[in-house]
């Protein structure tokens, strides 16, 4: 079973950066689409971005596009969210996760077709 552990997150001010990163571990041998989702405190789980197997195609929800950036190297079996220009409103706990291996990465933005998940990072934007 894979495992998903994020880390990387914490306190900035706003304007400042982050990166985020989310390893995985496990014997599969399967190279999984990933997404990062967030949420905040009464809120609904929010995209953040989706990056392909091989980190051909990536995407973004519109709250974050381009500030934030998802990167990935299999050798190393971790994605990396690059995080620019934070605003207050970032302000959520982080979780990277697994997109469902049999299914075309058509639904990167809808966290129901994700398998894993990792337990969560808080990023948290001073203003």
């Known amino acids: 079973q894979v495992q998903l552990v994020e880390s990387g997150g914490g306190l900035v001010q706003a304007g400042g950066s982050l990166r985020l990163s989310c390893a995985a571990s496990?014997?599969?041998?399967?190279?999984?689409?990933m997404g990062w989702f967030r949420q905040a405190p009464g809120k609904e789980r929010e995209f953040v971005a989706g990056?392909?197997?091989?980190?051909?195609?990536?995407y973004y929800g519109d709250a974050v596009k381009g500030r934030f950036t998802f990167s990935r190297d299999n050798a190393k079996n971790t994605v990396y969210l690059q995080m620019n220009s934070l605003k207050p409103e970032d302000t959520a706990v982080y979780y990277c996760?697994?997109?469902?291996?049999?299914?075309?990465?058509?639904?990167?933005?809808?966290?129901?077709?994700?398998?894993?998940w990792g337990q969560g990072t808080q990023v948290t934007v001073s203003s």
């Open positions: 996760a697994a997109y469902s291996p049999t299914l075309p990465f058509d639904h990167y933005s809808d966290h129901t077709f994700y398998d894993i």
């Open positions: 496990g014997r599969s041998g399967t190279i999984y689409a």
């Open positions: 990056i392909s197997w091989n980190g051909g195609n990536t």
